[in-house]
């Protein structure tokens, strides 16, 4: 059994930072792709970011690109957003996922389809 447990959200200003987590209990967390998506009121779950198992390869949707960081700890099964520059567009609850384990093209990260296992989300909250 897949569990999934974002932490670090919150209250920010424009312009300021967020770090999230994702805490994995799963088989093996070098196994997963992970990806990280947000929803808004009202709107559906979009594609925020996505890292390859071995954290080598990223994919970043193109609003958050240059703002956003993934990254994974494989020994600690965590993976990582550093938001940085964040805009009250961002406002959203964050979700990460985890997809089918073994090898994916990463273009594959990119839909909510390909994910099998979700956290409960954290708000992110951006004032202007």
């Known amino acids: 059994q897949v569990l999934l447990v974002e932490s670090g959200g919150g209250l920010v200003q424009a312009g300021g930072s967020l770090r999230l987590s994702c805490a994995a209990s799963?088989?093996?967390?070098?196994?997963?792709?992970m990806g990280w998506f947000r929803q808004a009121p009202g709107k559906e779950r979009e594609f925020v970011a996505a890292?390859?198992?071995?954290?080598?390869?990223?994919l970043y949707a193109d609003s958050v690109k240059g703002r956003f960081t993934i990254s994974r700890d494989n020994a600690k099964n965590t993976s990582y957003l550093q938001m940085n520059s964040l805009k009250p567009e961002d406002t959203a609850v964050y979700y990460c996922g985890a997809p089918r384990p073994g090898p994916l093209p990463m273009t594959n990260l990119k839909y909510a389809q390909q994910y099998n296992d979700w956290g409960q989300g954290t708000q992110v909250t951006v004032s202007s």
């Open positions: 890292i390859s198992r071995s954290g080598g390869s990223t």
């Open positions: 799963i088989g093996t967390f070098s196994n997963y792709g």
